[in-house]
Every structure is written in structure tokens, then in C-alpha cells.
């Protein structure tokens, strides 16, 4: 019999279920970072990928097990259909994790049966007890979803999870896959399970659902309240379509009211013990991380991690907090990580000092990457009196987890005005080590130096998505530049942070044009390969 925590377990999928978010797509490297930051928040799994789905997953799935997945560490996990080879290919891959889960999956709903699987329930249920058991026969933690659990029959998914169970599931999870149930609706499902599923106590319910209706969260917290356990989710909500529950909006709701849901766990309502394992300190951190590598923004208004989600205009409400917090503010924002930034360092710091600080910001970077991110934070601090940690992020985000250098910008130069013609000249660094010079005229200078970049790198594409944020407030903040570019059905992101704006426009569109390269050039080897085998 499986103990039930008096906890919630939290289950991240930003790097499977968030990746698979238009223009999202990661390297393995990025997966890798972003990995080593989950476990430092402290998440207890991390989905991290689709292992049968390319070599590429597989190798990230791989390489997480080995690095992420130590003793004390999350338990690595990775997706599967119901399939043999599936399976396989996650067992393969999450094999040297110390602790590793296979997640497998079918769809039970009438409509996914009828027109995507087109089989009968009662082949169903026959592949879900044989897939559970093939799982288990390579890892004690075998995770069984019921995909679109939540339109279908009740009566029906009472059945397929009392087998999934019986065939060794350990986990449970039940997918409101589109986003169409509501909260009552959802906690009702929930309940029915733990009351018609007669093994349900030798097993973990979990649920995994999407945004499309803006319901996911409250969807969960009335899931938790009805006996869920375990929460899969993405930082930031990042998903497919509308996205996931968010981590952050979770985890902060059952802490900020962790009084309202102790009696759910079977916890005296006044205790102050935390329902997650959750580091809320990280939480700020590694929602920046995961925004700039995959290129997806947090808007403003986002609860918790947007840039206004502390802030007060409003003259009665900048009064009240400046009398007491509490009026206006339910949590501390030093709870997610924010500090109020001072002067942390300047153009007269040295390495140790710099390496220091960013160890207490939660880097953990190699001698180059240290090398790399020192010598952008001098160049950095010749421009700028002061740096704030706001700052030494952004520089080291932009420094050590950039795209293939594969071209590179050597030289911006734009000439605009009022009554000028925006033009802009270029130098780039192609992949060959050849310097190639450019000019064109834009409707604006990011439009020019933009047109300049391509006739150097002359690799089509479209531009669809061109964002500035500045990183801190001031007139020489470091601006960030986030860029999407679509090259037939692909979109790649690109990022960059500097102090001069165009400057990190064109950086950033050349990041992502080297992520584009980068993807032209696997296939072209994939498919000489493939000629070769012919």
C-alpha cells in the first residue's frame, strides 16, 4: 500500500508538456540548465521529456538522469505512450537517474477513442494493464494517465484506473487534456475516483491540465481539495495552446493559504509547516531563466512573477502599503526571490567578488562561462554606476546560454531621425570566419538593421513577434530584446540583453537566425545519412 503524502507532491513538465508551446523549443544544453535550476527550487519530478520522440529527446532525457537526477535529487522522469517502444526508449533513457519514473499514457474519452485511437474500451483497458505492467517491469515508479480524463465516462475511468493500479501504476493522473472542466466539475471527478476505484488507496492521484478556459489553477486547488496529491505543472503556465497550471501560482496559493488547506491534508488548520517542498526563493529566478531560453514573456499583469505584480499606482493603495504591507500585499516579495536592489557591484569588482555573488544568486557557472559573463559584467559596468542583481542576471543569461555561435555581430551602426531615412549598416562573423559587410534602409533602425541581417545570412524567414523589456528602471537599464521568427512551419526564439537596444536587437535576431542555421544544417546531415543507408 502506497502511504499518501501529507504534502504535495509538485510534477514539472515545463520541459516536455511546456516545450511542445509554439517557438518554445529548447537545445539540450538549455534543457540541462533549466533542469539543474528545477532541482535547486526543489520540484520532487521533472518530466523531462518525450524520449521516443527524436534523438535530440532522448539525448536531453539522458544527459538529465545523469546530472539532475542524483541521490538527493527530483526523480527524472519521461513520457510514453502506451507502446513497447516507447516505453523502452524512456527506460533506456532514464536509467542512470537514481530515482526515475516512466509516464505512460492512453486516451479514454469516447470521442479520442472513436476518431484518434479507434479501438474499444475493452482494448483499452487490455493495453493499459499490459503497457502499466511492461513499464514496470523496468522501474518501481510507473506513472498511468487516462489522457482527456476529464470527458470521459466515469464509469469507464473508474475501471482503466482500478487496472492501470492493479498492473502496477504507482501514480495516477488525471488530464483535463483541453482545458474544459471547471472547478466543481473537476473536484467532483476527483472525488468519484477516490470513492469508485476500490485500490485507489495504493496509489497517488495526480493532475495535469491546461489553461484554455483560465481555470487551471483553481481547477487544481479544488483537485487538492478532494484528495489530489500531486500537481503537474509548467513555470510560467508555458504550454501548448493556453498553456498549463502555473508552478508559481500554485505553490503560492497553498502557501499564502496553506491555513484553508491544512485540513485537507490532515493537518491542524494553524500549522505553518509548508504543504510543498517548493524553495519560494527560487521562484522568481527561475521563472526569468525559463522566459529568456525559451523566448516565451511573462506578461506585466502575470500573478506572482509579472513585473506589476508587486507594484502600486494607485495613490490610496501606495498610502496604505507605506503604512503597513499587509493592507495591500498578501505575500512578501522577498518570498519569490525579489530583493530590493542595491548596489551589488562596479566597474572596480574582480572576479572573486563577481563569482561570489553569483554563487548567492544561485549560478553555478564553468570557468568559461564564468570567464565569458566577466568580461560582459566590465563592459557593462563602463556604462552603467550601478549593478544590480537584476543586472548580473541578465548578463549572465545573455552570456552563457545563447544559440550555436555560429554567426556572429561584429559591428551595428544605424543613421535615423525625423527627417531621415533609417539605415543601418552591419558586419557579421559567418560561420567560416569571414567577415561580411551590409547596409540596408528599414521603416525604422531595428526594421534596417533587421533587413541588413538578412541579406548577409540570406536564410528566409519571418519575423512574428518583437518584444523590449528593460531588465531594471533608469536611463541606462540593461534592455532585453526577445524575438520569434518563423522559417517555414519552425519558429525559433532569440534573446539578448544590453544596454544599447539595438544593439540587443540585433543580437537577438541573430541568436535566433543561429538557431534556425543550426536546425538546417542537422537536417542536411540527417538526411545525407539517410541517402548514404539507401
Known amino acids: 500500500m502506497t502511504n499518501k503524502p501529507e504534502r504535495i507532491i509538485i510534477f514539472d513538465t515545463t520541459l516536455r508538456d511546456g516545450e511542445q508551446c509554439p517557438g518554445a523549443t529548447l537545445n539540450i544544453d538549455e534543457k540541462l540548465t533549466i533542469a539543474k535550476q528545477l532541482a535547486r527550487l526543489g520540484v520532487d519530478v521533472i518530466e523531462a521529456g518525450f524520449a521516443f520522440a527524436s534523438p535530440g529527446d532522448f539525448e536531453a532525457v539522458n544527459k538529465i538522469a545523469q546530472i539532475v537526477g542524483t541521490e538527493d535529487g527530483p526523480v527524472i522522469c519521461s513520457l510514453a505512450r502506451a507502446k513497447h517502444d516507447d516505453i523502452k526508449a524512456a527506460a533506456e533513457a532514464i536509467k542512470p ?26 482494448e483499452v483497458v487490455a493495453i493499459t494493464e ?44 488525471i488530464p483535463d487534456t483541453v482545458g474544459y472542466t471547471t472547478p466543481s466539475e473537476f473536484g467532483a471527478i476527483i472525488k468519484g475516483i477516490k470513492d469508485n ?21 483553481a481547477n487544481f486547488l479544488e483537485a487538492v481539495k478532494n484528495g ?29 493559504r496553506r491555513q484553508y488547506f491544512n485540513p485537507f491534508l490532515g493537518r491542524p488548520a494553524d500549522s505553518e509547516q509548508s504543504l510543498t517542498n517548493i524553495d519560494t526563493r527560487q521562484i522568481y ?98 556604462k552603467k554606476k550601478e549593478i544590480s542583481d537584476w543586472d548580473l542576471e541578465a548578463i549572465v543569461n545573455d552570456e552563457i546560454q545563447q544559440a550555436p555561435d555560429l554567426f556572429r555581430v561584429e559591428l551595428v551602426q544605424v543613421s535615423c531621425g525625423s527627417n531621415a531615412k533609417p539605415t543601418a549598416t552591419v558586419t557579421l562573423r559567418t560561420p567560416a570566419g569571414e567577415e561580411l559587410t551590409d547596409a540596408a534602409i528599414g521603416t525604422g ?58 544593439v540587443a536587437s540585433a543580437q537577438a535576431y541573430v541568436n535566433a537566425l543561429n538557431r534556425l542555421y543550426a536546425s538546417l544544417q542537422t537536417t542536411e546531415k540527417q538526411q545525407e545519412v539517410i541517402a548514404e543507408k539507401v
Do not use: W
Open 97 to 122: 537517474a537514481v530515482h526515475s519514473r516512466i509516464h505512460t499514457f492512453i486516451a479514454t474519452s469516447d470521442i479520442h477513442l472513436k476518431y484518434k485511437l479507434k479501438k474499444t474500451k475493452s
Open 445 to 502: 533602425p531595428v526594421d534596417a538593421v533587421y533587413k541588413a541581417i538578412n541579406r548577409v545570412v540570406n536564410v528566409p524567414n519571418q519575423l512574428i513577434e518583437f518584444s523590449v523589456q528593460s531588465v531594471t528602471a533608469g536611463i541606462d537599464a540593461i534592455g532585453e530584446v526577445t524575438i520569434r521568427l518563423r522559417h517555414e512551419s519552425r519558429v525559433f526564439s532569440g534573446h539578448a540583453a544590453n544596454t544599447d537596444i539595438i
Open 197 to 217: 476505484v476500490p485500490n485507489i488507496d495504493q496509489a497517488i492521484i495526480s493532475v495535469h491540465g491546461h489553461n484554455d478556459l483560465g481555470l487551471a489553477v
Open 285 to 382: 529566478k527561475t521563472s526569468r531563466l525559463v522566459s529568456n531560453l525559451t523566448g516565451m514573456l511573462v506578461q506585466p499583469n502575470k500573478a506572482i512573477v509579472g513585473a506589476n505584480a508587486f507594484a502600486h499606482e494607485s495613490g490610496i493603495h501606495q498610502d496604505g502599503v507605506l503604512k503597513n504591507k499587509l493592507t495591500y500585499e498578501i505575500m512578501d516579495a522577498k518570498l519569490i526571490g525579489l530583493t530590493d536592489n542595491q548596489i551589488v557591484l562596479g566597474k572596480h569588482s574582480g572576479r572573486n567578488a563577481f563569482r561570489t555573488r553569483l554563487k548567492e544568486l544561485g549560478f553555478e557557472l564553468s570557468e568559461t562561462e564564468l570567464n565569458k559573463a566577466f568580461i560582459k559584467f566590465k563592459e557593462v559596468a563602463d
Open 130 to 173: 499490459e503497457m502499466v505492467a511492461y513499464a514496470k517491469s523496468f522501474t518501481n515508479d510507473v506513472e498511468f494517465s487516462p489522457e482527456d480524463a476529464g470527458r470521459s465516462d466515469p464509469e469507464f475511468l473508474y475501471q482503466v484506473l482500478e487496472r492501470a493500479i492493479a498492473a502496477g501504476a504507482t501514480t495516477v493522473n
Open 228 to 256: 489530489a496529491r500531486q500537481l503537474e505543472c509548467t513555470i510560467n503556465g508555458i504550454g501548448e495552446r493556453a498553456g498549463n497550471a502555473a508552478l508559481e501560482e500554485l505553490v503560492m496559493a497553498l502557501h499564502v
